[in-house]
């Protein structure tokens, strides 16, 4: 494992060293992008369409829930990076090496590709996860709900890749790259949101307005 107890390394290697000795073991841990966004929105469509042939939920209501579940997933994104992934400096050693594994390492090598978004095997796993989770909870109206989480996982996985691996668009988008760049180059503990600000500003995890500026005078050059 390649976790050492320390934080605060960033290469700039487009590749990150193994984080499990297995070669075979450690290729589970990395993936083209483009693998799981495709899984998610096929998913999606399964789940609308057997929305559609097995439950008498209007197109109304599927529509109302599909975007529920895609604003859902924004909170959720929010809570995984924030408490899950960044568990802090007196956490136990145990759970740094877990934090290390499924986002640390990303931290250390921002700009390696295929650790850009969760592999397939836990991808599968979390999405089987989420059904029975989300079915238990919502009964019929949970299929509708959860495409629309998975449009929005598989959203944030592009626009992560995105920020990573291009430049900054002259556009309202440019802030997703300033607010990421931020997070992983400056402050790691704020700026959560990778797709969205939103909840960065409803928990009051966003920089101070003269530090952002300066930050996004800087990416402007």
Known sequence: MAYNGKRGYVSNENISVPLFQNKWLDKLTRSHIAIPVSMFLLYAAGLL?????????????????????TFFFTFVEYVVHRWLYHPGEHASEDRQKFCYTVHGIHHDYPKDKQR?????????????LLLVIFRTILGKYAFAFLAGFMVGYA??????????????????????WVNHAIHHYSEDEILFGVSSPLWDYVFGTTPRKEKKQQQVEVSAR
Request: proline content about 7%; aromatic content about 16%; cysteine-free.
């Open 116 to 128: 850009l978004a969760m592999p397939p095997v836990p991808a599968m796993l979390a999405a089987t």
């Open 49 to 69: 369409y057997y929305t559609k042939i097995a439950t008498e939920l209007s197109d109304n209501q599927m529509l109302m829930l599909f975007f529920g579940g």
């Open 155 to 176: 959203f944030y996985l592009l626009i992560h890749y995105s920020v990573h691996i291009f430049r900054a668009p002259n556009n309202v988008f440019k802030a997703l």
